[in-house]
């Protein structure tokens, strides 16, 4: 079956605007998940929601960042005011829930952004 | 504070020299850890998941293996097309960070014929 897609694949910005990132994740999954890596790390976590609501938003960097699932299913990460410190890729993941002990994240392709 | 540390940084290897990956961490209530492989330009790709101290898990070439402080992943014989960057993860036991998946930096492996 299809894989967790994301658009854009590219992003190039200028300092100060908004941007938003869109997730569509495996169908099925309920539990849905942002990271972000920069050059050389690991991805960092940023949000998790489970069906709707945002079950942990604690790794967000500030209220600069925002997501939301309205209807449980795609996610849209939404980025204000962005500055040259965003520039990473950012990446989604699903799975079915985290509260099974065997869940598994399954990775989109993420999506570069760049600020200049 | 949970945390996942990987070495090498780089690892370059001849085609047929088998090594391994190092990934130490530490973890209030292991919930599992994660290997997964980057591919230059795309997202992590899921490999093994381990649950407990002994356990060991193979997929053609790779094996990974678990102690109570950190895992392995053994690559025997590889090929050039093994050439990627390997990924650790955690994932804690605590309710309020259930979903949350702790990286390493990752090992940039290169195997060249």
């Known amino acids: 079956g299809a894989g967790v897609s994301q658009t854009p694949s590219n992003k190039v910005t200028e300092k100060g605007k908004y941007v938003e990132l869109r997730c569509d994740p495996i169908?099925?999954?309920?539990?849905l998940y942002w990271y972000r890596q920069s050059l050389g790390q690991g991805p960092e976590f940023l949000i998790y929601?489970?069906?709707?609501?945002?079950?942990?938003d604690s790794g967000l960097p500030n209220d600069r960042f925002f997501a939301v699932r309205p209807e449980g299913s795609v996610s849209t990460l939404k980025i204000q005011r962005t500055e040259r410190g965003d520039s990473a890729v950012y990446l989604c993941?699903?799975?079915?829930?985290?509260?099974?002990?065997?869940?598994?994240?399954?990775f989109g392709p993420g999506t570069r952004l760049t600020v200049l | 504070e949970d945390q996942v540390t990987q070495s090498p940084e780089a690892l370059r290897l001849q085609e047929g020299e088998s090594s391994s990956l190092n990934c130490s961490y530490t973890?209030?209530?292991?919930?599992?850890l994660f290997w997964y492989r980057q591919d230059p330009g795309k997202g992590p790709e899921f490999l093994f998941t381990l649950y407990s101290a002994g356990e060991e898990k193979e997929k053609e070439r790779l094996k990974a293996t678990l102690t109570k402080k950190e895992s392995f992943l053994h690559i025997t014989a590889p090929k050039p097309e093994d050439s990627a960057t390997y990924l650790c993860?955690?994932?804690?036991?605590?309710?309020?960070?259930?979903?949350?998946?702790?990286f390493g930096r990752g090992t940039q492996l290169t195997v060249w014929p």
């Open positions: 993860a955690v994932r804690n036991d605590r309710g309020s960070t259930l979903g949350r998946l702790y």
């Open positions: 929601f489970q069906g709707t609501g945002a079950a942990d």
């Open positions: 973890v209030s209530g292991l919930r599992g």
């Open positions: 169908s099925g999954h309920t539990a």
């Open positions: 993941a699903s799975s079915h829930t985290p509260n099974y002990p065997t869940d598994t994240q399954y």
